[in-house]
């Protein structure tokens, strides 16, 4: 089970944290990734974190990072700078055994967590 949480509305060139706590499965051996999905559009990916790395989506490269707290089994995305076409729900997935490549791909995650509402404006 994933149960991410942190999301809220916050004004352009603000920051927020977000979590994902997971259950029944280990981060420090799994992969995490985040995707959003803004209303009209679709998900897209924002970032991913495996024991070899992260990888970031261009669009937030710089502003926004993620990270693995092993002793309480969450990886969190900080992020800064924020701006209104952050705006989208946030939606942490697991996975295992993905490929550097692959992270930003969807389909390679088995396991979804709700969404958290991350709102930017002013």
């Known amino acids: 089970q994933l149960q991410a949480s942190g999301g809220g509305l916050v004004q352009p060139g603000g920051s927020l944290r977000l979590s994902c706590a997971a259950s029944?499965?280990?981060?420090?051996?799994?992969?995490i990734g985040w995707f959003r999905q803004a209303p009209g559009k679709e998900r897209e990916f924002v970032a991913a974190i495996r024991w070899s790395g992260t990888r970031y989506a261009e669009s937030v490269r710089g502003r926004f990072t993620i990270s693995r707290d092993n002793a309480m089994n969450t990886v969190n995305l900080q992020m800064n700078s924020l701006k209104p076409e952050d705006t989208a729900a946030y939606y942490c997935a697991i996975g295992s055994g993905i490929i550097f490549s692959e992270l930003a791909n969807a389909v390679r995650y088995d396991y979804w967590g709700q969404g958290t509402l991350v709102t930017v404006s002013s």
């Open positions: 029944g499965r280990t981060v420090s051996t799994s992969v």
